[in-house]
């Protein structure tokens, strides 16, 4: 049984910083690429950020550069996103995702697996 858990969402104050965990179980772990949505009220999901399947490559959307970064460690199959200079644009609920090679930023959108999602709520 697939399962993509994430942790480590919450309140923060604008300029703050959270680092988010997603524990996967149930494929390949090392064969996936992985990535990051987030989902914000009223707008479409997007891509934030993905790895590829030993963390060789990194990819994120313009909005997060220089703040976020993610990071996975194969032997605990577990994924992290690391964010700093929360801003309240980020707020958002996040979601993990797996996808199978190619790896890329706009791939997650055909990810083969997702996490329930982690709210992250940053106030101004």
């Known amino acids: 049984q697939v399962q993509l858990v994430e942790s480590g969402g919450g309140s923060v104050q604008a300029g703050g910083s959270l680092r988010l965990s997603c524990a996967a179980s149930?494929?390949?772990?090392?064969?996936?690429?992985m990535g990051w949505a987030r989902q914000a009220p009223g707008k479409e999901r997007e891509g934030v950020a993905a790895?590829?399947?030993?963390?060789?490559?990194?990819y994120y959307t313009d909005a997060v550069k220089g703040r976020f970064t993610i990071s996975r460690d194969n032997s605990k199959n577990t994924q992290y996103l690391q964010m700093n200079s929360l801003k309240p644009e980020d707020t958002a609920m996040y979601y993990c995702a797996a996808h199978r090679p190619p790896c890329g930023l706009s791939q997650i959108e055909r990810s083969d697996y997702w996490g329930q999602g982690t709210q992250v709520t940053v106030s101004s």
């Open positions: 149930g494929f390949p772990y090392s064969g996936y690429c």
């Open positions: 790895i590829s399947t030993y963390g060789t490559f990194t």
